[in-house]
């Protein structure tokens, strides 16, 4: 299994920025696709963004011009920028590995396939 850890959130007021790190060990076949979900209190995790090796990345409609996914396979770091930030987008956010990027973009849940981070919590008030 891939070994995962997040780090960067905090708390912001709306409009406010924030940038996600995600540290990973590397095993390339399983981090072909790696990608950042979140999970507000209640509610079900769900995917954010995603991002192949070879650059393909897809997001929510939620954060679409607003965060951008990156990712750095030197330095074995998946990145997260967060712009015009909303209360909405309050959550613990997970960083994520597969070795499918389809399989990542179509996840819901928490399914055994992908491997996890502890998560980062994300508070954005008004």
């Known amino acids: 299994r891939v070994q995962l850890t997040e780090t960067g959130g905090d708390s912001v007021q709306a409009g406010g920025s924030l940038s996600l790190s995600c540290v990973h060990s590397?095993?390339?076949?399983?981090?072909?696709?790696m990608g950042w979900f979140r999970q507000a209190p209640g509610k079900q995790r769900e995917g954010v963004a995603a991002?192949?090796?070879?650059?393909?990345?897809y997001y929510a409609d939620s954060v679409k011009g607003r965060f951008t996914v990156a990712r750095d396979d030197d330095k074995n770091i998946l990145y997260l920028q967060m712009n015009s930030l909303k209360p909405e987008d309050t959550a613990k956010y997970y960083c994520?590995?597969?070795?499918?990027?389809?399989?990542?973009?179509?996840?819901?849940?928490?399914?055994?396939?992908?491997?996890w981070g502890h998560g980062t919590q994300v508070i954005v008030s008004s």
């Open positions: 994520a590995a597969d070795e499918f990027l389809l399989r990542m973009r179509d996840a819901s849940g928490v399914p055994d396939f992908l491997d």
């Open positions: 590397g095993n390339r076949h399983s981090t072909f696709a």
């Open positions: 991002i192949h090796r070879d650059g393909t990345t």
